[in-house]
């Protein structure tokens, strides 16, 4: 089996509000304990609070 660099670059992914701005998530907020869990995230520019099942911002790598 042959294995090739592959370059890639970190990106971060946003989950973004109704209003287009960037949900971020609220620190020391408590989380739900649903399956799966839920965060609790502000939007950056309306402050609109909304629970959502995943992280944002998210690490990703893409390729380069």
Not at 22 to 29: G, I, S
Not at 51 to 61: C, F, H
Request: some cysteine; hydrophobic content about 40%.
């Amino acid at each position: 089996m042959k294995f090739e660099d592959v370059p890639v670059r970190p990106v971060m992914r946003y989950t973004l509000c109704e209003c287009g701005g960037r949900l971020l998530q609220v620190e020391y907020a408590p989380v739900l304990l649903s399956f799966p869990a839920q965060y609790l995230h502000q939007c950056a520019l309306c402050g609109r609070q909304k629970s959502l099942r995943g992280v944002s911002p998210t690490l990703v790598y893409e390729v380069a």
